[in-house]
């Protein structure tokens, strides 16, 4: 199995969103890290990346 999974946190915006775009269109599964729920989701969506995960702290 050859299938790469990244970790970005502060993906939901600026160079965290960017890196995860690029990540994503390398085929990567990524994971994108939020403290803002709203804005993890609509980074996801637009990225078309794997799961969001935020902390509420």
């Known amino acids: 199995m050859n299938e790469r999974t990244a970790l970005v946190t502060g993906a939901n915006k600026g160079i965290g969103k960017h890196i995860a775009r690029l990540l994503a269109a390398e085929g990567l599964t990524v994971y994108v890290g939020s403290r803002d729920p709203g804005r993890g989701r ?3 969506e ?6 969001a995960c935020w902390s509420s702290t």
């Open 42 to 44: 609509r980074a996801v």
């Open 46 to 51: 637009e990225i078309g990346a794997g799961p």
